[in-house]
């Protein structure tokens, strides 16, 4: 069972956080998804990943493909498709504790100043411990990351 990393956006957009995360998660030979609710965003994340010349490319695809279960990085609104050990929730995208269990680990981004967002964070933050799951709480208020909870 891996950790829950609960990160608390109020100085960086979701693309420049997922910028930073996921050639770390890469790093550790693990696939992951990204799921998000709106299909707008994630081909705006796609275009992103594909041509911003400020990051180096991270391979990747768009759900519904014929190569899901290839894709190191798959971005969608579903299920897992690709195998993936990691599990980013972008824009109010949901997980289950039974989906969470067995991954290597989940980040859930969420905008600070989205009061629908940090409330729907926080019931996450509690189901998700109160069924055993680790979780950290990261914060950039200060200009820098910061672990500021941890549980579990």
Not at 18 to 42: F, I
Not at 115 to 121: F, T, Y
Request: hydrophobic residues 40%.
């Amino acid at each position: 069972m891996g950790v829950v990393m609960f990160y608390h956006l109020t100085r960086s957009s979701p693309d420049d956080t997922l910028a930073m995360l996921l050639p770390r998660a890469l790093g550790q030979g693990w696939r992951v998804m990204v799921r998000g609710r709106d299909p707008a965003v994630l081909e705006r994340l796609d275009t992103r990943l594909w041509l911003d010349e400020a990051h180096p490319f991270l391979p990747h695809g768009v759900q519904g493909g014929p190569h899901d279960a290839d894709q190191p990085i798959l971005l969608g609104t579903g299920a897992i498709a690709n195998g993936a050990q990691g599990l980013f929730l972008i824009d109010g995208a949901e997980t289950t504790a039974e989906e969470a269990r067995p991954l290597e680990r989940v980040w859930l981004l969420f905008d600070g100043s989205d009061g629908g967002q940090l409330a729907a964070a926080r019931a996450k933050w509690k189901a998700l411990t109160e069924a055993g799951l680790p979780a950290q709480y990261w914060s950039e208020e200060s200009g820098r990351w910061e672990k500021k909870a941890e549980k579990g």
